[in-house]
């Protein structure tokens, strides 16, 4: 059973989680790239913010991994605006993951990650949720406590293997 993680990152703190998860070739790795960037400075959380209160859906590259060869999927997303990033949305708007296990993982700032992942199970009706993982700031964190989720969340993708 071959698992993926697709995710988007802006300040890093999903890509170091995404790539600590994946380590040792337990899943395929896909970074999700909107062609326009976010902006680097904190106009961000304007911009990025509104994009996810207005639901926009930014254009993304064309996938590294097709979702079609898995039958697991991670998706990893920053929360914005208490809720996932629009380059997800694109993403799930264009794929259909219907049909395959999916695995639910967040980072935040502080703010919990209930309504993202309510909102992601919304998008993902016909998927099976198998967990749901939430981190606060992950890369300073770098605690106990994020080593042992990264674990449980291996352990997930290996019993399927
Ligand atoms: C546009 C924007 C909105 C954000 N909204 C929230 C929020 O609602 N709640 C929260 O706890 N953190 C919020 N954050 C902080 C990020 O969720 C947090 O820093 C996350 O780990 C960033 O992931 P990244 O480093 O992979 O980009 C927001 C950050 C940005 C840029």
Redesign the pocket.
């Known amino acids: 059973m071959k698992t993926v993680i697709y995710?988007?990152?802006?300040?890093?703190?999903?890509?170091?989680?995404a790539e600590r998860i994946s380590a040792g070739e337990m899943a395929d790795l896909c970074r999700l790239i909107p062609y326009k960037e976010?902006p680097r400075s904190k106009i961000?959380?304007?911009?990025?913010?509104m994009?996810?209160v207005f639901g926009l859906e930014p254009q993304i590259a064309g996938l590294k991994f097709r979702p079609t060869e898995y039958d697991t999927v991670i998706i990893a997303?920053?929360?914005?605006?208490?809720?996932f990033?629009p380059p997800i949305k694109t993403f799930l708007a264009q794929y259909d993951l219907r049909d395959k296990d999916v695995i639910l993982v967040?980072?935040?700032?502080?703010?919990?990650?209930t309504k993202c992942f309510k909102a992601l199970r919304k998008r993902l009706t016909g998927s099976r949720i198998v967990g749901e993982y939430s981190?606060?700031?992950?890369?300073q964190a770098d605690s106990a406590d994020v080593s042992e989720q990264v674990s449980t969340i291996r352990q997930l993708i290996g019993s399927k293997a």
Request: charged share 5%; hydrophobic share 35%.
């Open positions: 995710y988007f990152s802006h300040d890093g703190n999903t890509q170091w989680l976010y961000n959380y304007l911009v990025g913010g994009g996810v997303t920053p929360v914005w605006a208490s809720s990033v967040a980072t935040s700032s502080g703010g919990d990650a981190f606060v700031s992950p890369i």
